[in-house]
């Protein structure tokens, strides 16, 4: 799946499409977040903040698993739909000023949403918000193009930035660069996500490049959307999309954990 090249007018176009956000994108696979998560997965409830949580795909799946989850993204349209998901509380914030207090989170997950962070301000604030020995998990969902009709679809959604690699994004760099974070460790995992003629066209729309083409351009991909589902489906089953999810984790350094002591006590559970 594309990353999307980070702009501000892309960014700003996922609250318009919130709807098709939530009916379109495929949630996460439960054993990629209990590998995420690690021991937190399976020692009793841990506090957990899904940061970028959109629609609250991720933050399902973690409520999902027993744990207290706060999700937050500086989209309110995005919240009004998260909101509907049993056991998230969830916050306006951004990634670079985060609204929790320091130490007061056993680990923050970001599903799809890190290539659009300020990543300079954004790592300061994730160690900050961090208790020590938490975990930082991200994960991105891709479609598995080696599937010939995935990659028609693929190429009909990004258009030219298909062939200049705009869906590639490797945070491994920026982590390793930063002194706030140890060794990145790396996982994938592969899953399926079930969709009806609507449910692709809701899928395209999800993405910032084609919601912000004018009516008539993101008309002509939609035309090509529906095609590809007519030549590939076999109705009354589901059209099965093949994705596989990247998965990094790390923890915070020694300096990150003495640099909190310094700034602020460690917060209570939430």
């Known amino acids: 799946m594309t990353t999307d090249d980070p702009g501000p007018e892309r960014a ?3 609250g318009a499409v919130a709807a098709a956000y939530d009916a379109g994108r495929p949630t996460f696979p439960v054993e990629a977040l209990a590998w995420v998560l690690g021991q937190a997965s399976v020692q009793g409830r841990r506090q957990v903040l899904d940061l970028g949580a959109g629609t609250g795909k991720l933050s ?9 989850v706060v999700a937050v993204d500086p989209s309110e349209e995005m919240l009004t739909v998260c909101r509907k ?3 998230v509380d969830t916050m306006v914030g951004a990634a ?3 609204p929790l ?8 997950i970001v599903g799809q949403a890190f290539h659009w962070f300020d990543h300079a301000r954004a790592l300061p604030e994730i160690a900050r918000v961090l208790r020590p020995h938490g975990v930082v998990g991200l994960l991105w969902n891709h479609y598995d193009t080696v599937v010939p009709w995935v990659r028609r679809l693929h190429r009909a ?3 030219e930035d298909f062939l200049a690699g705009a869906d590639q994004f490797d945070p491994m760099p920026i982590l390793l660069q930063s002194d706030l974070f140890g060794p990145v460790e790396t996982g994938r995992f592969r899953h399926w996500h079930d969709l009806d003629r609507g449910g692709l066209r809701q899928l395209a729309l999800s993405h910032s490049r084609v919601s912000v083409l004018t009516e008539s351009r993101r008309e002509s991909v939609l035309e090509q959307i529906d095609a590809i589902y007519d030549g590939t489906a076999r109705p009354p089953e589901p059209l099965r999309m093949p994705y596989f999810t990247n998965c990094y ?12 002591t310094l700034d602020a006590p460690v917060a209570p559970p939430l």
């Open 249 to 260: 984790r790390t923890w915070p350094s020694d300096l990150a954990n003495y640099q909190r």
């Open 157 to 159: 959604i990004l258009g």
């Open 85 to 87: 998901i049993p056991g």
């Open 96 to 98: 670079e000023s985060i």
């Open 101 to 108: 207090a320091h130490g007061s989170v056993d680990a923050v």
């Open 12 to 14: 700003r176009s996922f």
């Open 60 to 68: 399902a799946v973690v409520a999902a698993l027993g744990h207290d």
